[in-house]
T-cell receptor, first 113, second 115 residues
Framework: DAKTTQPPSMDCAEGRAANLPCNHS???????VYWYRQIHSQGPQYIIH???NNETNEMASLIITEDRKSSTLILPHATLRDTAVYYC??????????????FGKGTKLSVIP | ETGVTQTPRHLVMGMTNKKSLKCEQH?????MYWYKQSAKKPLELMFV???????ENNSVPSRFSPECPNSSHLFLHLHTLQPEDSALYLC??????????????FGDGTRLSIL
């Protein structure tokens, strides 16, 4: 399994870009990087995923380094509703034949007015 | 996101009760999952279903009994639970369980409390 390392917490001013880093130095060539977030009392919400190219959708951008050993999730204009725990996950193939999501401790992002 | 709906949102039960959790997905997916999230612990995968067939059971105690009557519905039947089973139970779905580039989509979970 490729493990990920994230800072435990970050603050971001409302309206500013939030840049959340993730290290995954043991990632394999065919393993995708996924980002989810979890707001208190809700289920994890899928944000974005990528393999090696940078990706962008309506929620965020994902920047993956060329060596794929780290990535950054960018929320371009953070709002108070973006306050959540953000999880960076490298999916691993289980022995039973499915891709598992292994959630770590994530980064608690606090957006400050 | 309303693609995956779980009911009830909250459940309190005694150790001798029998109850069921329900999950329904409206995304046309074929794979469904049960996860457990305990306080201050990461999500733990419990079961995986693909086209109604169980493909994974991560050593879950038999007091948890899943049922998948079709690709859109998933149940978790509970009986004689223990206090340590109190947790948030999350359901998820994806197009298939083997697609590397297919995200799983989660419901908001059932908060279960065992008295």
């Amino acid at each position: 399994d490729a493990k990920t390392t994230q800072p435990p917490s970050m603050d971001c001013a409302e309206g500013r870009a939030a840049n959340l880093p993730c290290n995954h130095s043991t990632i394999s060539g065919n393993e995708y990087v996924y980002w989810y977030r979890q707001i208190h009392s809700q289920g994890p919400q899928y944000i974005i995923h990528g393999l090696k190219n940078n990706e962008t959708n309506e929620m965020a951008s994902l920047i993956i380094t060329e060596d794929r050993k780290s990535s950054t999730l960018i929320l371009p204009h953070a709002t108070l509703r973006d306050t959540a725990v953000y999880y960076c996950i490298v999916r691993s193939f289980s022995g039973a034949g499915s891709y598992q999501l292994t959630f770590g401790k994530g980064t608690k992002l606090s957006v400050i007015p | 996101e309303t693609g995956v709906t779980q009911t009830p949102r909250h459940l309190v039960m005694g150790m001798t009760n029998k109850k069921s959790l329900k999950c329904e997905q409206h995304l046309g997916h074929n794979a469904m999952y049960w996860y457990k999230q305990s306080a201050k612990k990461p999500l733990e995968l419990m079961f995986v279903y693909n086209f109604k067939e169980q493909t994974e059971n991560n050593s879950v105690p038999s007091r948890f009994s899943p049922e998948c009557p079709n690709s859109s519905h998933l149940f978790l039947h509970l009986h004689t639970l223990q206090p340590e089973d109190s947790a948030l139970y999350l359901c998820a779905s994806s197009p298939t369980p083997t697609g590397n580039s297919q995200p799983q989509h989660f419901g908001d979970g059932t908060r279960l409390s065992i008295l």
